[in-house]
């Protein structure tokens, strides 16, 4: 063979005999529609041949296209709660033909439900060929968030196992504690008689705050008589007044 021009040749072949040729080829089909091919082969001796209209044979051969997308999704490791972050989704055909009506789609988030979902119409994906997407969203306040990418095409794919991808980030908390306190006089400004100042914590979010602390310090010529908590372990020392919770949930005051 030289190239695709392929030779057999014999220096006799008696009459009624056979020889044969077999040649093996690669099939290749770089789009998405079914190829045809025709080969003809032919046959010449330098002894007279009285019937030459079966010196030629032709063959037709069709060649089905055959892709390979898929996908792969990217989230940054971690992420701080109530940030916005981008996540990257790639789509690659990987198969030796053009993937027709290509399209992708992801989905991102946590135990809780669903944070961020996007659609991609890629259309025709050549082979080797590499489409990126970006997806945004706002990080929870607890985690971890997962996301999960898909890709299909309407041509022939025997390789579905790269056709979804996954990844994770972890969710790094963040809390948005505040602190409101009001006085109350009900009996009055006068000396001796009794006051009460109220200290409310609460928290924003996105992420439960834990091990929550609040001081006050009380003026010098105020005397604290009592403390009490709701939702908070109350203590005083002197006029220093402490309130501790464990754990405050987005939200909550």
Same mark, same amino acid.
């Given at each position: ?89 790639? *789509? ?14 992801? @989905? ?28 945004? *969203? ?6 971890? @968030? ?24 972890? @969710? ?24 009460? *100042? ?13 091990? @929550? ?41």
């Amino acid at each position: 063979a030289s190239g695709n021009a392929v030779t057999g040749t014999v220096a006799s072949l008696a009459s009624g005999a056979n020889a044969t040729l077999t040649v093996v080829v690669s099939m290749s089909n770089a789009t998405s529609g079914t190829l045809g091919y025709t080969n003809t082969a032919s046959v010449t001796s330098t002894t007279p041949d009285p019937t030459p209209t079966n010196n030629t044979s032709t063959v037709t051969v069709t060649v089905a296209p055959l892709a390979d997308v898929g996908t792969v999704v990217d989230l940054p490791t971690n992420g701080t709660a109530g940030l916005v972050v981008t996540g990257t989704i790639t *789509f690659t055909n990987n198969g030796t033909s053009t993937a027709a009506n290509v399209t992708g789609s992801v @989905v991102i988030g946590t135990a809780s439900g669903t944070i961020a979902t996007a659609s991609y119409t890629i259309g025709s994906l050549t082979p080797g060929q590499t489409v990126v997407q970006t997806v945004t *969203f706002t990080v929870p306040g607890s985690g971890p @968030v997962g996301a999960t990418s898909t890709v299909t095409t309407t041509t022939a794919d025997n390789t579905p196992t790269n056709n979804v991808g996954t990844d994770t980030m972890v @969710v790094d908390a963040s809390a948005d504690v505040s602190v409101s306190k009001t006085a109350s006089q009900p009996n009055g400004n006068t000396a001796s008689s009794t006051m009460s *100042f109220v200290i409310v914590v609460g928290n924003a979010g996105p992420s439960t705050a834990v091990n @929550v602390t609040v001081t006050d310090v009380v003026p010098a010529g105020l005397n604290v008589l009592s403390v009490s908590g709701n939702g908070l372990v109350a203590s005083a020392s002197g006029n220093a007044v402490t309130g501790t919770v464990a754990s405050l949930a987005s939200g909550a005051n």
